[in-house]
């Protein structure tokens, strides 16, 4: 299952993987209790963990992905709190991991939210791994490849 493939549910608790589509919605799995059911697309909005973004100062963005592995690597120093602690201990968690976040655009509500996504998804093995290394690690591949296939050619 790709991180693509999770999705988030208006009106809905939990994350749900994307089984398959149909012309008026999709068939979801629930990744809490691997239950499946129908999603009208007309009724209810789905989103994509992919295309979910945090907003930090300055109106800009980062992708919920980035605070995710944030969240896990920070995981040794940081005693995370429970998603029903107080405002107070949420707002000081999420300053120390991604110090730049709106503290007015993103509410307690969807810290508490976030928590509970990384558990689940830590649970399933689902926080995606770095990928800016393996794009260059890809790159430098491809560049080495040219260079020995110009020399063959030669």
């Not at 909005?45 to 690597?73: C, F, H, W």
């Not at 005693?79 to 503290?103: R, S």
């Not at 093995?125 to 790159?139: D, F, G, R, S």
């Amino acid at each position: 299952m790709e991180f693509k493939d999770i999705l988030s549910i208006s009106g809905m608790p939990g994350l749900f993987e994307l089984v398959s589509t149909k012309n008026n919605g999709i068939i979801v799995k629930s990744l809490e209790d691997g239950t499946s059911q129908f999603i009208s697309s007309r009724i209810q909005g789905v989103s994509p963990l992919d295309n979910i973004s945090v907003y930090l100062k300055q109106e800009e963005t980062i992708e919920l992905k980035k605070i995710l592995r944030d969240m896990m690597n920070k995981e040794n120093e940081l005693t995370m709190p429970n998603a029903k602690d107080d405002p107070a201990a949420l707002k000081d968690y999420f300053k120390k991991v991604e110090p730049e976040y709106d503290e007015e655009k993103v509410h307690v509500s969807d810290m508490k939210k976030m928590i509970k996504w990384y558990h689940l998804l830590k649970q399933h093995n689902l926080i995606p791994a770095e990928e800016e290394k393996t794009e260059e690690k890809e790159t430098e591949k491809t560049g080495v490849e040219a260079e020995e296939g110009e020399k063959t050619e030669a």
